[in-house]
């Protein structure tokens, strides 16, 4: 069997000037938790709901205790709603953020004509997810983990 049997052809895909929340969007409405990304009809990168995840793990997120002195009881309400204030702009930035920020530069494809057992290797080799499918310099499609698993309990059949 081979990846082409298998392969979704109706790709998602975002560009790499595409805010970070339009990427969580995309991931929502189509329920998908990864995306080739595109440019001038070129893939140039790739992006995974870790990779957006990860926006979440800097200093500006940390969920720091205050223990207060005695003598700042007082302060500590105003504290509080300054730092809530901090943690609301922080995810505006990053949801305005590009996803060239993000994505995955190095980007691991496969051809529509390999066989299952290459896509499952690759994937595994180069611990990915998910392979953009490119015949001829052109973007045809993508192929998931599932997908392949799912090729190799029906060839078995």
């Given at each position: 069997?081979?990846?082409?049997?298998?392969?979704?052809?109706?790709?998602?895909?975002?560009?790499?000037?595409?805010?970070?929340?339009?990427?969580?969007?995309?991931?929502?409405?189509?329920?998908?938790?990864?995306?080739?990304?595109?440019?001038?009809e070129?893939?140039?990168?790739?992006?995974?709901?870790?990779?957006?995840?990860?926006?979440?793990?800097?200093?500006?997120?940390?969920?720091?205790l205050?223990?207060?002195?005695?003598?700042?009881?007082?302060?500590?309400?105003?504290?509080?709603?300054?730092?809530?204030?901090?943690?609301?702009?922080?995810i505006?930035?990053?949801?305005?953020?590009?996803?060239?920020?993000?994505?995955?530069?190095?980007?691991?494809?496969?051809?529509?004509?390999?066989?299952?057992?290459?896509?499952?290797?690759?994937?595994?080799?180069?611990?990915?997810?998910?392979?953009?499918?490119?015949?001829?310099?052109?973007?045809?499609?993508?192929?998931?983990?599932?997908?392949?698993?799912?090729?190799?309990s029906?060839?078995?059949?």
């Amino acid at each position: 069997m081979k990846i082409r049997d298998v392969m979704n052809s109706d790709v998602i895909t975002c560009t790499p000037d595409d805010p970070v929340s339009h990427l969580a969007d995309l991931f929502k409405e189509h329920h998908i938790s990864g995306a080739p990304v595109v440019e001038k009809e070129k893939v140039v990168g790739i992006v995974s709901e870790t990779d957006l995840l990860k926006l979440f793990k800097t200093p500006e997120f940390s969920d720091e205790l205050l223990l207060p002195s005695p003598l700042e009881v007082i302060e500590i309400p105003l504290r509080n709603l300054v730092r809530l204030e901090e943690i609301k702009k922080s995810i505006e930035n990053v949801k305005s953020k590009p996803v060239r920020h993000i994505m995955k530069k190095t980007v691991y494809s496969i051809s529509p004509d390999a066989s299952l057992e290459e896509g499952s290797d690759r994937m595994v080799r180069h611990k990915v997810n998910r392979l953009p499918v490119i015949e001829n310099g052109k973007l045809v499609g993508i192929v998931a983990r599932s997908d392949i698993i799912r090729g190799l309990s029906s060839s078995q059949e």
